[in-house]
Protein backbone atom coordinates (compact mmCIF):
# COMPACT_ATOMS: atom_id res chain seq x y z
CA UNK A 1 0.00 0.00 0.00
CA UNK A 2 1.65 3.54 -1.14
CA UNK A 3 2.19 6.09 1.77
CA UNK A 4 3.73 9.40 1.77
CA UNK A 5 6.82 8.52 1.80
CA UNK A 6 6.66 6.71 -1.81
CA UNK A 7 7.04 10.66 -2.94
CA UNK A 8 9.23 13.37 -3.19
CA UNK A 9 9.00 17.17 -4.20
CA UNK A 10 11.78 18.05 -6.32
CA UNK A 11 12.34 21.52 -6.41
CA UNK A 12 15.15 23.19 -7.87
CA UNK A 13 18.04 20.82 -6.90
CA UNK A 14 16.10 19.94 -3.46
CA UNK A 15 14.54 16.78 -3.47
CA UNK A 16 11.66 17.24 0.43
CA UNK A 17 9.80 15.00 2.02
CA UNK A 18 6.78 16.74 0.61
CA UNK A 19 4.91 17.55 3.58
CA UNK A 20 4.25 21.29 4.22
CA UNK A 21 3.24 22.80 7.90
CA UNK A 22 1.25 26.06 7.42
CA UNK A 23 1.80 29.04 8.21
CA UNK A 24 -0.21 30.09 11.41
CA UNK A 25 0.19 33.62 13.28
CA UNK A 26 0.85 35.07 15.25
CA UNK A 27 3.57 32.67 16.17
CA UNK A 28 1.58 29.54 16.51
CA UNK A 29 3.86 27.69 13.91
CA UNK A 30 6.95 29.12 16.02
CA UNK A 31 10.69 28.70 14.74
CA UNK A 32 11.09 25.14 16.95
CA UNK A 33 7.98 24.26 14.58
CA UNK A 34 9.23 24.96 11.24
CA UNK A 35 12.58 23.88 12.20
CA UNK A 36 11.33 19.99 13.21
CA UNK A 37 9.75 19.77 9.82
CA UNK A 38 12.83 20.84 7.70
CA UNK A 39 15.27 18.76 10.16
CA UNK A 40 12.97 15.79 8.90
CA UNK A 41 13.42 16.63 5.16
CA UNK A 42 9.80 18.62 4.59
CA UNK A 43 9.37 22.32 4.73
CA UNK A 44 8.40 24.85 7.81
CA UNK A 45 6.69 27.59 7.57
CA UNK A 46 6.95 30.50 10.60
CA UNK A 47 4.85 33.34 10.18
CA UNK A 48 5.54 36.94 9.46
CA UNK A 49 2.24 38.07 11.39
CA UNK A 50 3.53 41.10 14.24
CA UNK A 51 6.84 40.34 14.16
CA UNK A 52 8.03 42.77 16.16
CA UNK A 53 5.66 41.19 19.27
CA UNK A 54 7.27 38.06 18.58
CA UNK A 55 10.28 39.02 18.70
CA UNK A 56 9.77 40.69 21.63
CA UNK A 57 8.75 37.39 23.30
CA UNK A 58 11.45 35.34 21.59
CA UNK A 59 14.65 37.87 21.92
CA UNK A 60 13.64 40.26 24.79
CA UNK A 61 13.62 43.20 22.32
CA UNK A 62 11.78 46.31 23.09
CA UNK A 63 10.07 46.88 19.96
CA UNK A 64 6.45 46.98 20.96
CA UNK A 65 7.38 48.93 24.29
CA UNK A 66 9.02 51.62 22.17
CA UNK A 67 6.16 52.40 20.01
CA UNK A 68 3.61 52.44 22.79
CA UNK A 69 5.62 55.05 24.52
CA UNK A 70 5.91 56.47 21.23
CA UNK A 71 2.01 56.78 20.46
CA UNK A 72 1.54 57.60 24.46
CA UNK A 73 -0.11 60.55 24.04
CA UNK A 74 -3.33 59.14 21.54
CA UNK A 75 -4.49 55.55 23.16
CA UNK A 76 -7.59 57.75 24.16
CA UNK A 77 -7.99 59.47 20.87
CA UNK A 78 -10.43 57.32 18.54
CA UNK A 79 -8.32 59.04 15.09
CA UNK A 80 -5.96 56.18 14.90
CA UNK A 81 -3.88 57.77 11.77
CA UNK A 82 -0.99 59.25 13.68
CA UNK A 83 0.13 55.73 14.21
CA UNK A 84 3.08 54.30 12.15
CA UNK A 85 5.52 51.16 12.14
CA UNK A 86 8.85 52.74 12.46
CA UNK A 87 10.24 51.01 9.43
CA UNK A 88 13.67 50.57 10.35
CA UNK A 89 12.55 49.01 13.68
CA UNK A 90 10.26 46.20 11.29
CA UNK A 91 13.45 45.44 9.17
CA UNK A 92 14.97 44.46 12.52
CA UNK A 93 12.89 42.53 14.00
CA UNK A 94 12.02 40.20 10.78
CA UNK A 95 15.39 40.10 10.00
CA UNK A 96 16.33 38.52 13.67
CA UNK A 97 13.14 36.43 13.87
CA UNK A 98 14.32 35.05 10.50
CA UNK A 99 18.10 35.08 10.57
CA UNK A 100 17.94 33.12 14.40
CA UNK A 101 15.89 30.91 12.57
CA UNK A 102 17.89 29.98 9.70
CA UNK A 103 21.35 29.59 12.02
CA UNK A 104 19.32 27.26 13.47
CA UNK A 105 18.29 25.34 10.76
CA UNK A 106 19.66 21.52 10.04
CA UNK A 107 18.44 18.83 8.24
CA UNK A 108 18.04 18.72 4.18
CA UNK A 109 14.56 20.75 4.43
CA UNK A 110 13.34 24.06 4.08
CA UNK A 111 12.26 27.20 5.87
CA UNK A 112 9.69 29.36 4.47
CA UNK A 113 7.63 32.37 5.87
CA UNK A 114 4.07 32.86 5.49
CA UNK A 115 3.23 36.44 4.62
CA UNK A 116 0.09 37.95 5.14
CA UNK A 117 -0.73 40.40 3.36
CA UNK A 118 -3.83 41.75 4.85
CA UNK A 119 -1.73 42.80 7.99
CA UNK A 120 -1.83 46.61 6.54
CA UNK A 121 0.48 48.01 9.10
CA UNK A 122 -1.10 51.59 8.12
CA UNK A 123 0.88 51.42 5.11
CA UNK A 124 0.13 48.50 3.11
CA UNK A 125 2.98 48.53 0.58
CA UNK A 126 5.80 50.00 2.16
CA UNK A 127 5.66 48.06 5.30
CA UNK A 128 4.67 44.97 3.00
CA UNK A 129 8.08 45.46 0.90
CA UNK A 130 10.42 46.04 4.15
CA UNK A 131 8.91 42.70 5.68
CA UNK A 132 9.33 40.67 2.13
CA UNK A 133 12.79 42.54 2.23
CA UNK A 134 14.18 41.80 5.74
CA UNK A 135 13.02 37.88 5.33
CA UNK A 136 14.89 37.73 2.09
CA UNK A 137 18.07 39.41 4.21
CA UNK A 138 17.63 36.90 6.88
CA UNK A 139 18.28 34.33 4.63
CA UNK A 140 15.31 32.87 4.23
CA UNK A 141 14.15 29.47 1.97
CA UNK A 142 10.47 30.60 0.27
CA UNK A 143 8.11 33.11 0.97
CA UNK A 144 4.13 32.64 0.57
CA UNK A 145 2.37 34.87 0.08
CA UNK A 146 -0.96 34.78 1.90
CA UNK A 147 -4.45 36.31 2.89
CA UNK A 148 -5.16 39.13 1.04
CA UNK A 149 -3.19 38.75 -1.76
CA UNK A 150 -2.22 41.85 -3.67
CA UNK A 151 -1.32 41.59 -7.21
CA UNK A 152 1.61 43.61 -7.03
CA UNK A 153 3.47 42.44 -3.89
CA UNK A 154 6.29 40.77 -6.29
CA UNK A 155 6.91 43.65 -7.59
CA UNK A 156 7.95 45.56 -4.62
CA UNK A 157 10.97 43.34 -4.35
CA UNK A 158 11.68 42.85 -7.92
CA UNK A 159 15.12 44.74 -7.99
CA UNK A 160 16.05 42.79 -4.45
CA UNK A 161 19.35 40.52 -5.15
CA UNK A 162 17.50 37.07 -4.16
CA UNK A 163 14.36 37.90 -6.29
CA UNK A 164 15.21 35.31 -8.28
CA UNK A 165 16.85 32.67 -5.79
CA UNK A 166 13.95 32.58 -3.00
CA UNK A 167 10.97 30.25 -4.05
CA UNK A 168 7.90 32.29 -4.07
CA UNK A 169 4.44 30.60 -3.38
CA UNK A 170 0.88 32.03 -3.45
CA UNK A 171 -2.07 30.63 -1.05
CA UNK A 172 -5.40 30.55 -3.57
CA UNK A 173 -9.03 29.62 -2.74
CA UNK A 174 -10.13 29.52 -6.34
CA UNK A 175 -9.01 29.66 -9.63
CA UNK A 176 -10.01 33.11 -10.39
CA UNK A 177 -7.53 34.57 -8.14
CA UNK A 178 -4.95 32.53 -9.74
CA UNK A 179 -5.63 33.88 -12.97
CA UNK A 180 -5.53 37.49 -11.57
CA UNK A 181 -2.18 36.92 -9.87
CA UNK A 182 -0.71 34.93 -13.02
CA UNK A 183 -1.27 37.94 -15.16
CA UNK A 184 0.54 40.01 -13.30
CA UNK A 185 3.48 37.67 -12.77
CA UNK A 186 4.00 36.87 -16.40
CA UNK A 187 4.35 40.57 -16.62
CA UNK A 188 7.53 40.64 -14.12
CA UNK A 189 8.66 37.24 -15.91
CA UNK A 190 8.37 35.34 -12.04
CA UNK A 191 5.73 32.67 -12.37
CA UNK A 192 5.22 31.31 -8.39
CA UNK A 193 7.67 28.54 -7.83
CA UNK A 194 4.20 27.15 -6.31
CA UNK A 195 0.78 27.70 -5.35
CA UNK A 196 -0.55 26.32 -2.45
CA UNK A 197 -4.81 25.61 -2.93
CA UNK A 198 -6.44 26.44 0.31
CA UNK A 199 -9.43 24.41 0.79
CA UNK A 200 -12.73 25.62 2.85
CA UNK A 201 -11.52 23.46 6.01
CA UNK A 202 -8.47 24.87 7.07
CA UNK A 203 -7.68 27.27 9.93
CA UNK A 204 -7.53 30.99 10.26
CA UNK A 205 -9.18 33.25 7.12
CA UNK A 206 -10.81 31.51 5.32
CA UNK A 207 -10.74 32.54 1.24
CA UNK A 208 -14.22 32.31 0.87
CA UNK A 209 -17.79 33.38 1.86
CA UNK A 210 -20.05 32.29 4.95
CA UNK A 211 -21.29 29.44 1.80
CA UNK A 212 -17.42 27.78 2.33
CA UNK A 213 -19.60 24.56 2.48
CA UNK A 214 -20.92 24.35 -0.61
CA UNK A 215 -16.65 24.31 -2.35
CA UNK A 216 -14.77 21.41 -2.28
CA UNK A 217 -10.99 21.44 -2.46
CA UNK A 218 -10.35 18.27 -4.34
CA UNK A 219 -12.49 20.08 -7.10
CA UNK A 220 -10.95 23.00 -6.65
CA UNK A 221 -7.52 21.35 -6.93
CA UNK A 222 -8.40 19.69 -9.90
CA UNK A 223 -9.35 22.78 -11.95
CA UNK A 224 -6.53 24.51 -11.30
CA UNK A 225 -4.86 21.67 -12.42
CA UNK A 226 -6.66 21.39 -15.51
CA UNK A 227 -5.92 25.16 -16.48
CA UNK A 228 -2.40 25.09 -15.85
CA UNK A 229 -1.75 22.07 -17.73
CA UNK A 230 -4.13 23.84 -20.75
CA UNK A 231 -1.75 26.80 -20.21
CA UNK A 232 1.34 24.12 -20.30
CA UNK A 233 2.29 25.92 -17.02
CA UNK A 234 4.31 23.17 -14.74
CA UNK A 235 3.74 25.20 -11.08
CA UNK A 236 3.56 22.82 -8.31
CA UNK A 237 0.07 22.23 -6.76
CA UNK A 238 0.35 21.74 -2.55
CA UNK A 239 -3.80 21.25 -1.43
CA UNK A 240 -4.33 22.60 1.93
CA UNK A 241 -7.54 22.16 4.76
CA UNK A 242 -8.34 19.37 6.20
CA UNK A 243 -5.87 16.73 5.16
CA UNK A 244 -5.89 14.92 8.44
CA UNK A 245 -4.51 11.02 7.96
CA UNK A 246 -1.59 10.59 5.70
CA UNK A 247 -4.06 8.73 3.57
CA UNK A 248 -5.63 12.08 2.87
CA UNK A 249 -2.19 13.43 2.19
CA UNK A 250 -1.18 10.85 -0.23
CA UNK A 251 -4.35 10.48 -2.37
CA UNK A 252 -3.68 14.38 -3.17
CA UNK A 253 0.22 13.17 -3.73
CA UNK A 254 -1.08 10.28 -6.59
CA UNK A 255 -3.37 12.54 -8.26
CA UNK A 256 -0.41 15.08 -9.49
CA UNK A 257 0.08 16.90 -6.40
CA UNK A 258 3.93 18.26 -5.46
CA UNK A 259 3.09 18.24 -1.50
CA UNK A 260 0.80 19.28 1.12
CA UNK A 261 0.28 21.94 3.49
CA UNK A 262 -1.15 20.74 6.88
CA UNK A 263 -1.42 22.79 10.18
CA UNK A 264 -4.40 21.22 12.59
CA UNK A 265 -2.28 18.13 13.52
CA UNK A 266 0.21 20.17 14.57
CA UNK A 267 -1.77 22.49 16.99
CA UNK A 268 -1.42 19.72 20.11
CA UNK A 269 2.66 19.79 19.58
CA UNK A 270 5.21 20.73 22.32
CA UNK A 271 6.45 22.65 19.88
CA UNK A 272 3.44 24.91 18.80
CA UNK A 273 2.97 28.30 20.66
CA UNK A 274 0.09 27.90 21.59
CA UNK A 275 -0.31 27.73 25.56
CA UNK A 276 -0.88 24.23 27.05
CA UNK A 277 -4.39 25.08 28.09
CA UNK A 278 -5.32 26.15 24.85
CA UNK A 279 -3.97 22.82 23.24
CA UNK A 280 -6.06 21.17 25.62
CA UNK A 281 -9.25 23.27 24.66
CA UNK A 282 -8.36 22.23 20.90
CA UNK A 283 -8.26 18.63 22.37
CA UNK A 284 -11.36 18.92 24.20
CA UNK A 285 -13.26 20.51 21.44
CA UNK A 286 -16.17 18.65 19.66
CA UNK A 287 -17.38 19.13 16.24
CA UNK A 288 -20.46 21.65 17.23
CA UNK A 289 -17.45 23.67 19.32
CA UNK A 290 -16.14 25.21 15.84
CA UNK A 291 -17.80 27.95 14.21
CA UNK A 292 -17.08 29.74 11.24
CA UNK A 293 -17.84 33.37 11.65
CA UNK A 294 -16.94 37.16 10.34
CA UNK A 295 -15.71 38.71 13.51
CA UNK A 296 -12.07 39.14 12.29
CA UNK A 297 -11.68 43.53 11.24
CA UNK A 298 -10.17 41.85 7.99
CA UNK A 299 -13.85 41.02 6.37
CA UNK A 300 -12.73 37.34 6.04
CA UNK A 301 -14.41 34.90 7.92
CA UNK A 302 -12.23 32.61 10.31
CA UNK A 303 -12.40 29.47 11.78
CA UNK A 304 -12.59 29.24 15.36
CA UNK A 305 -13.48 27.54 18.56
CA UNK A 306 -17.19 28.67 19.84
CA UNK A 307 -15.00 29.54 23.91
CA UNK A 308 -12.98 32.12 22.45
CA UNK A 309 -12.31 34.65 24.61
CA UNK A 310 -12.20 36.82 22.13
CA UNK A 311 -15.74 36.47 21.00
CA UNK A 312 -17.63 39.11 22.13
CA UNK A 313 -14.84 40.89 24.54
CA UNK A 314 -14.75 44.34 24.06
CA UNK A 315 -11.22 45.38 25.08
CA UNK A 316 -10.04 49.09 24.23
CA UNK A 317 -8.22 48.84 21.06
CA UNK A 318 -4.61 49.30 21.01
CA UNK A 319 -3.14 50.62 18.51
CA UNK A 320 -0.74 52.87 19.86
CA UNK A 321 1.34 49.42 20.68
CA UNK A 322 0.11 46.86 17.61
CA UNK A 323 -1.71 47.80 15.10
CA UNK A 324 -1.35 45.66 12.73
CA UNK A 325 -5.12 45.62 10.97
CA UNK A 326 -5.06 49.67 10.08
CA UNK A 327 -5.37 50.37 7.04
CA UNK A 328 -3.55 53.54 5.21
CA UNK A 329 -6.33 56.00 6.83
CA UNK A 330 -5.64 54.31 10.23
CA UNK A 331 -8.87 52.49 10.28
CA UNK A 332 -9.88 49.29 11.32
CA UNK A 333 -13.26 47.48 11.52
CA UNK A 334 -12.87 46.59 15.12
CA UNK A 335 -12.21 50.26 16.04
CA UNK A 336 -15.80 51.50 14.70
CA UNK A 337 -17.08 48.62 16.22
CA UNK A 338 -15.79 49.51 19.29
CA UNK A 339 -16.21 53.56 18.97
CA UNK A 340 -20.16 52.42 18.27
CA UNK A 341 -20.36 50.59 21.72
CA UNK A 342 -18.48 53.53 23.60
CA UNK A 343 -21.08 55.87 22.35
CA UNK A 344 -24.03 53.41 23.38
CA UNK A 345 -22.34 52.83 26.66
CA UNK A 346 -20.31 55.66 27.62
CA UNK A 347 -20.25 55.03 31.67
CA UNK A 348 -19.80 50.99 31.21
CA UNK A 349 -16.75 49.37 32.07
CA UNK A 350 -17.41 46.53 31.00
CA UNK A 351 -18.19 46.76 27.39
CA UNK A 352 -19.17 43.75 24.97
CA UNK A 353 -18.65 44.02 21.01
CA UNK A 354 -20.04 40.71 19.79
CA UNK A 355 -19.63 41.80 15.83
CA UNK A 356 -15.90 42.47 15.71
CA UNK A 357 -12.86 41.70 17.41
CA UNK A 358 -9.76 42.99 18.27
CA UNK A 359 -7.36 40.40 16.61
CA UNK A 360 -4.12 41.92 17.24
CA UNK A 361 -4.32 42.05 20.98
CA UNK A 362 -6.13 38.24 20.77
CA UNK A 363 -3.87 37.25 18.75
CA UNK A 364 -1.30 38.16 20.57
CA UNK A 365 -2.66 36.42 24.18
CA UNK A 366 -3.93 33.47 21.99
CA UNK A 367 -7.22 34.08 22.91
CA UNK A 368 -8.52 33.91 19.15
CA UNK A 369 -8.73 30.15 19.57
CA UNK A 370 -8.58 30.17 15.64
CA UNK A 371 -8.58 26.10 14.37
CA UNK A 372 -8.87 23.61 11.50
CA UNK A 373 -12.03 22.14 10.54
CA UNK A 374 -11.01 18.79 11.76
CA UNK A 375 -10.03 20.02 15.36
CA UNK A 376 -12.40 17.35 16.80
CA UNK A 377 -10.89 14.89 15.65
CA UNK A 378 -7.53 15.74 17.20
CA UNK A 379 -8.43 13.89 20.48
CA UNK A 380 -7.95 10.77 18.13
CA UNK A 381 -4.73 11.35 17.59
CA UNK A 382 -3.37 11.28 21.47
CA UNK A 383 -3.81 9.36 24.33
CA UNK A 384 -6.51 10.39 27.26
CA UNK A 385 -4.40 10.73 30.56
CA UNK A 386 -5.72 9.56 34.00
CA UNK A 387 -6.53 13.36 35.11
CA UNK A 388 -8.98 13.85 31.66
CA UNK A 389 -6.48 15.63 29.99
CA UNK A 390 -4.59 14.51 26.78
CA UNK A 391 -1.16 14.11 26.18
CA UNK A 392 0.63 15.96 23.68
CA UNK A 393 2.62 15.04 21.27
CA UNK A 394 5.95 15.73 19.52
CA UNK A 395 6.09 17.32 16.10
CA UNK A 396 8.27 14.68 14.38
CA UNK A 397 5.48 12.23 15.85
CA UNK A 398 2.91 13.70 13.50
CA UNK A 399 5.38 14.26 10.42
CA UNK A 400 5.59 10.86 10.34
CA UNK A 401 2.46 9.55 10.78
CA UNK A 402 1.80 11.86 8.08
CA UNK A 403 4.67 10.22 6.46
CA UNK A 404 3.91 6.50 7.03
CA UNK A 405 0.15 6.13 7.84
CA UNK A 406 -1.84 3.57 5.38
CA UNK A 407 -5.49 3.20 5.40
CA UNK A 408 -6.46 6.30 7.36
CA UNK A 409 -4.96 5.17 10.52
CA UNK A 410 -3.32 7.70 12.82
CA UNK A 411 -0.21 6.40 14.85
CA UNK A 412 -0.58 7.23 18.85
CA UNK A 413 2.08 7.79 20.29
CA UNK A 414 4.20 5.97 23.13
CA UNK A 415 2.55 6.86 26.74
CA UNK A 416 4.42 8.80 28.99
CA UNK A 417 6.12 7.45 30.92
CA UNK A 418 5.18 7.19 34.68
CA UNK A 419 8.12 8.65 36.63
CA UNK A 420 8.64 6.38 40.09
CA UNK A 421 9.67 8.30 43.22
CA UNK A 422 13.33 7.07 44.15
CA UNK A 423 13.37 4.28 46.14
CA UNK A 424 15.43 4.88 49.78
C1 LIG B 1 -4.27 27.77 14.36
C2 LIG B 1 -4.13 28.10 12.89
C3 LIG B 1 -3.67 29.36 12.51
C4 LIG B 1 -3.51 29.67 11.16
N1 LIG B 1 -2.99 30.88 10.81
C5 LIG B 1 -2.73 31.16 9.50
C6 LIG B 1 -2.08 32.35 9.14
O1 LIG B 1 -1.70 33.16 9.99
N2 LIG B 1 -1.84 32.59 7.82
C7 LIG B 1 -2.23 31.68 6.86
O2 LIG B 1 -2.01 31.92 5.67
N3 LIG B 1 -2.83 30.53 7.18
C8 LIG B 1 -3.08 30.24 8.47
N4 LIG B 1 -3.64 29.04 8.82
C9 LIG B 1 -3.92 28.05 7.74
C10 LIG B 1 -2.81 26.99 7.66
O3 LIG B 1 -1.57 27.55 7.34
C11 LIG B 1 -3.12 25.86 6.67
O4 LIG B 1 -3.09 26.25 5.33
C12 LIG B 1 -4.44 25.14 6.90
O5 LIG B 1 -4.93 25.25 8.20
C13 LIG B 1 -4.26 23.67 6.54
O6 LIG B 1 -5.38 22.91 6.88
P1 LIG B 1 -5.42 21.95 8.18
O7 LIG B 1 -5.30 22.86 9.35
O8 LIG B 1 -6.75 21.30 8.07
O9 LIG B 1 -4.28 20.99 8.07
C14 LIG B 1 -3.83 28.71 10.17
C15 LIG B 1 -4.29 27.44 10.57
C16 LIG B 1 -4.45 27.14 11.90
C17 LIG B 1 -4.94 25.77 12.29
Redesign the pocket.
Known amino acids: MKCVDDFRWRIGKKELVPIMT????VD?STAELSLAAARLGGIG?I?D?MVPTVSDRRFKTRFVREKQKKYKYNVLNQDKSDVKFDLVQLAEATKLHVGRTMEAQQGTGLIFI?C?EKLTMGSPRETLRVRLSAAMDGGIDGITL??GLHLGSLALVADHQRFRDVKFGI?VSSLRALVLFLHKSVRLNRLPDYI?V?GP?????LGFGMDWMQYDLKTIVNEIHRYLSEKGLNIPLIP?????TGTDAMEFLEAGAAAV?????F?VTKECGLPDKVKQEYLKAKEEDIEVNLTSPTGYPMRMLRNSPSIGAGIRPNCEAYGYLLDGSGHCAYIDAYNRELDKHPDSDALSVSDKTCLCTHMRNYDCW?????TYRLKDSTHRLPDGSYQILDAAHVFRDYLYSVDHQIMLPDRYRQTMPPLD
Open positions: GGMGIHSANMSAIIELAGGHAGGIFQVATRTTCGHH
